[in-house]
């Protein structure tokens, strides 16, 4: 987590972003690059090649002046900590995963409004389309977060062998803060006493190869039972308190990824507390 991208589009859930991005970069002794894209000029009936090319550079010396004010107003006088800025041009979403790519980024920090009922299923996330896309963490962080020391972390699975490079990462986060781990899977309760006799024996037998390969790591495997997962999670804090989460994002064939809507993306509108999404490892 050594350099850090935060996309921002100026808004104040976007500065809580920049925010917690530099408190982990303050930590781990990491720099973080501010960036923001506009819409460039680029249309023929728009004046002529020259005109265009002016309006694009006054346009990205404004943004520049205001990753600059935004940059004094987080940072004042404080050097620990070396943030960059960056403009780039539409399109929004191909930008920012292409720059993480080029740039060798380790972790993206965004910040997200949440949505419901038709204003989700019409306009979407950004935030929610970056993590689907993005082969790096991403950490959201919801507009109604206010910036706290992490104490305790869940990593809620499905108890895949995948999940150790993940756990790796969230280890690397609870020695940053010094916080606690909480490994929680959600076990349904309208399934057989024979099935959920064998979740219990899978989850277990999960629980000590990973228990294992953490031994040093204070982390604790909870199982939950639950009618409905998307429910649980947005009252989970209630039940089970929490300062940060963390999924994985699993790989998906052609054919779920299009008649199966993302638990982690729908888990992109509802989270009250910051969500760190990883990738699924080869």
């Known amino acids: 987590m050594k350099r850090i991208l935060v996309p921002t589009d100026f808004s104040p859930t976007a500065e809580k972003a920049f925010r917690f991005a530099v408190d982990i970069a303050a930590k781990v002794k990491g720099t973080v690059i501010l960036y923001h894209t506009y819409l460039a000029v680029e249309s023929t009936f728009v004046g002529t090649e020259k005109m265009r090319e002016q309006q694009n550079g006054q346009n990205e010396a404004n943004i520049v002046k205001r990753l600059q004010r935004l940059k004094k107003k987080v940072m ?15 399109p929004l979403i191909d930008n920012i995963l292409g720059f993480t790519e080029h740039s060798h980024i380790d972790l993206v920090v965004m910040g997200t409004q949440g949505a419901s ?15 689907e896309k993005s082969d790096l963490p991403v950490l959201l962080v919801p507009s109604k977060y206010e910036l706290e020391e992490i104490k305790q972390i869940v990593f809620a699975t499905n108890y895949q062998k995948s999940d150790k490079q993940a756990l790796t990462l969230v280890d690397a986060i609870a020695k ?5 781990i ?6 349904g309760v309208y399934v057989t006493a024979s099935e959920k006799e064998k979740e ?9 190869s990973m228990q294992r390969n953490f031994n040093e790591s204070k982390i604790k495997f909870h199982l939950l039972e639950t009618s409905s997962v998307i429910e649980t999670m947005e009252t989970l804090d209630k039940k089970f308190p929490y300062d940060l989460m963390v999924m994985v994002r699993r790989k998906k064939s052609f054919l779920v990824k299009f008649f199966i ?6 888990m992109a509108y509802i989270t009250k507390k910051p969500l760190l999404i990883v990738p699924e490892e080869e």
Do not use: E, M, P, W
């Open 261 to 266: 809507k993302s638990f982690t993306q729908n």
């Open 200 to 208: 219990r024996n899978d989850f277990d037998t999960y629980a000590f």
């Open 117 to 131: 009922g038709l204003k989700k299923t019409i306009i979407g996330s950004v935030a929610a389309r970056i993590i």
């Open 182 to 187: 909480s490994v929680l899977h959600f076990l």
């Open 76 to 90: 004042g006088n404080a050097t620990d900590v070396a943030v960059s800025t960056i403009v780039g041009r539409s």
């Open 176 to 180: 940053l803060y010094k916080a606690d």
